[in-house]
């Protein structure tokens, strides 16, 4: 088709995504970025027909009406106006919601897909466009429906029954039952005394650990309960006669881990880097859409991170055993290339693993170019892919029976073994993380050679207390892990999910650990009692299976959406006859004589009488939020400051209280130097409780901004960045806008 104005206008999500493929298609085409999603349902309306098929009444985003003029005008004078948002679901969305917000319809255009940036995938994609595949299409909304109507429903029943600007959702609600089961699950938890016995024997002069087991010829094993049961034993095998029974020698192999998938590389950087599973998506999408690599502009390094396909392309295995057989020798090469299953259920979205678009770029040679963050996520993504691809690590595993016989009665057995890396294979590169963080080392001990009959020397007994332990709590890597076992939510939504329960208030962190608050098992509580379907983890998982088969066309979205909603109608109508949350206490009313009740408010739990609205008394709750001190003087007389907590949030105030009533604004400093001054950029309140971000030197220096300031500087003018919503900045000197990059 002749082009109307000599180009094609392709339309992406970002523009640093824009820049890379703009690079790759040459001056023939004009490359505009959408800066996101430009439609959605409307924020203070339920926007969802519920009587006509749950259809729903897109708005487009006020922020993104720009971006949208602006593809449209180019598209009068355009030939063909090709789609390339990201490859998955919500990709295929955002192309058919640009389609109808910039009235595209009545032009040529064309759905384009690749999974990498690369000039091979992005040539090759625009050989072969399609159409816009109206079953993602229609998974993905009602996904949308789904979740917009649980949301709207649930949202306003928490705020009458808890406290306004608490939320519920489909699947971050099942994610925080599962947190406070486990919490539950540990606060129950009966510690059991158990003792075990190990002996130092020898024979010679090699020395080796063996645990006692049980006795000779029984199958169970031998518990031992108390202190005095293990002194019985030990008398006992201390007057015995040892000697080896059986020893086993055999070589165990370890297969290399597959390649990432989205769910597995957020584990792995939480574990490995102690990464938030938002940071490492946030990063991972700066390495797919492209980084600029100094006279090559930018360059998109690895291929789409939303996936849970372990598949690697012919081509990708090829460069790797390439790389293996030149830098590691013949020995580190399988006989063949490997292959991975995928163990996700119903896996779907892009078609490939995480990887890099060329393992050629090694990770020290990006170091110029690259933040430490991302450089230390791309080295992860790379060092994994090779070793995928890296031979077996061999083990060799011995074991021994060793049988002690005592004067009188039945001989015990004891058991040794050790583990010895004899070739380390594709850990000569790379070993993977784990949640247990006392997990034993590869080669502690070493068994000597042994044979049957061997006498052995006793040189020690060792009996220890032990207890048996509560289930560890979840950290982000774990919950991600049993999310995607449950088949509870995707992969790409595990991210925004803990970030929510987080920024709600329902969870909190403790090191690595999530640990819900007060507020989130009320907020479990309440959704469990009155709504235990819609927080179950079977119904959820079913319901994932349901959309998945949306996507695939084997069913309508309609139906699924209207089995969803019949029976949430019905809940929230019995649920309405509740009464609000509170928590009885033994103190009484002193205005009306009635108890007193524990309420929630803005500002976390407070008394209030159990007779309201008649009786409006309400006083602050012994403890909470106690006053924090500060490093702060007072202005008045010099004493200490302490943060409080007033209507319009922290303040600082002298903790001489009442006898001083000095007070002051309380700054929280965000790290951020202020362009005008270099003084410290500090989070303050407007007369109406806005916050905004001023210069700490303050009247000297008025700058103020009224979004969040950013540390990292402008890429393309080194101004103050700030954020443009919760993955994007926008610079505040220039005008360049993309995602906000990611600092430690």
Not at 227 to 250: C, G, P
Not at 704 to 729: F, H, I, M, N, Y
Request: proline share 7%.
């Amino acid at each position: 088709m002749a082009r109307r104005n000599g180009h094609d206008l392709v339309v992406v999500e970002s523009p640093a995504k824009a820049r890379t493929i703009a690079n790759i298609l040459g001056r023939e085409y004009k490359v505009l970025a959408s800066l996101g999603h430009v439609r959605d349902l409307p924020k203070r309306q339920l926007g969802v027909d519920v009587e006509h098929g749950f259809l729903p009444q897109y708005v487009v985003i006020k922020e993104k009406e720009k971006a949208i003029r602006q593809i449209r005008e180019a598209a009068r004078e355009a030939g063909t106006v090709f789609l390339a948002t990201d490859p998955d679901r919500e990709g295929e969305a955002i192309a058919w919601h640009l389609l109808h917000a910039a009235q595209l319809q009545g032009r040529p255009y064309r759905r384009v897909v690749f999974h990498e940036i690369t000039p091979q995938a992005v040539r090759e994609a625009f050989r072969n466009p399609r159409d816009i595949d109206m079953r993602l299409v229609e998974a993905q909304q009602a996904r949308r429906v789904l979740d917009r109507l649980l949301g709207y429903k649930l949202s306003p029943f928490l705020w009458r029954k808890v406290k306004r600007g608490l939320s519920a959702g489909r699947v971050q609600s099942v994610a925080l039952r599962l947190l406070v089961e486990r919490e539950r699950e540990i606060e129950s938890f009966i510690p059991r005394e158990y003792w075990t016995i190990e002996a130092l024997l020898a024979r010679g002069d090699d020395a080796f650990l063996a645990r006692l087991v049980g006795y000779l010829g029984r199958r169970e094993k031998l518990e031992i309960p108390n202190e005095t049961e293990a002194q019985r034993l030990v008398a006992l095998l201390r007057s015995s006669r040892y000697r080896v029974d059986a020893v086993d020698r055999k070589r165990q192999s370890r297969r290399p881990p597959p390649p990432f998938i989205t769910s597995t590389l957020q584990q792995e950087a939480a574990r490995r880097l102690g990464f938030s599973a938002q940071k490492t998506m946030v990063i991972a999408q700066q390495l797919y859409e492209g980084v600029r690599l100094g006279d090559q502009g930018e360059v998109g390094l690895i291929t789409y991170m939303r996936t849970d396909s372990t598949h690697l392309s012919e081509s990708a295995k090829a460069e790797a055993r390439d790389y293996i057989r030149q830098h590691f020798g013949p020995d580190y090469l399988p006989r063949a290339p490997r292959d991975y299953k995928t163990r996700v259920k119903n896996a779907q979205e892009a078609h490939e693993a995480i990887r890099p678009t060329s393992l050629a770029r090694e990770p020290e040679s990006l170091r110029p170019y690259l933040t430490e963050d991302q450089l230390r996520l791309y080295t992860l993504i790379w060092q994994r892919t090779l070793a995928c691809q890296m031979a077996d690590a061999q083990y060799e595993v011995r074991s021994a029976d060793i049988v002690a016989e005592p004067p009188a009665g039945q001989p015990f057995l004891l058991r040794a073994s050790s583990s010895v890396l004899v070739f380390p294979g594709y850990r000569q590169l790379y070993i993977e993380g784990s949640d247990d963080e006392d997990e034993q080392q590869d080669g502690a001990g070493t068994l000597p050679d042994l044979a049957p009959g061997d006498p052995l020397e006793l040189r020690e007994l060792m009996p220890r207390q032990h207890f048996t332990e509560p289930p560890r709590r979840y950290s982000e890597a774990s919950l991600i892990k049993a999310l995607e076992e449950k088949g509870i939510g995707r992969p790409s939504t595990y991210a925004v999910i803990i970030s929510t329960l987080l920024e709600r208030g329902y969870v909190e962190r403790e090191g690595r650990q999530l640990r819900p608050t007060d507020l989130g098992r009320l907020v479990n509580d309440l959704l469990v009692e009155h709504f235990p379907e819609f927080v179950d983890v079977d119904f959820t998982a079913e319901m994932e299976d349901r959309l998945d088969e949306v996507s695939r066309g084997e069913r309508p979205w309609q139906p699924v959406v209207q089995e969803f909603y019949g029976p949430l109608e019905q809940a929230l109508a019995r649920a309405e006859r509740a009464p609000r949350a509170t928590e009885a206490t033994d103190q009484t009313c002193e205005l009306c004589g009635r108890p007193m009740v524990i309420r929630w408010g803005r500002r976390g739990r407070f008394l209030s009488c159990s007779g309201f609205p008649e009786c409006k008394n309400a006083r602050p709750l012994e403890g909470e939020e106690a006053p924090q001190p500060s490093e702060e003087a007072c202005p008045e007389c010099g004493a200490p400051m302490l943060v409080k907590r007033g209507r319009y949030g922290p303040f600082l105030a002298c903790s001489r209280y009442p006898e001083c009533r000095g007070r002051k604004p309380f700054l929280a400093s965000t790290g951020v130097a202020c362009p005008r001054c270099g003084g410290d950029l500090v989070e303050r309140r407007s007369r109406r409780g806005r916050s905004f971000y001023g210069c700490s030197r303050y009247p000297d220096c008025d700058f103020t901004v009224w979004r969040r300031p950013l540390a990292s500087p402008c890429p393309q003018c080194r101004g103050l960045l700030v954020a443009d919503g919760k993955e994007e900045a926008r610079c505040t000197q220039c005008s360049w806008r993309g995602v906000a990059p990611v600092t430690s």
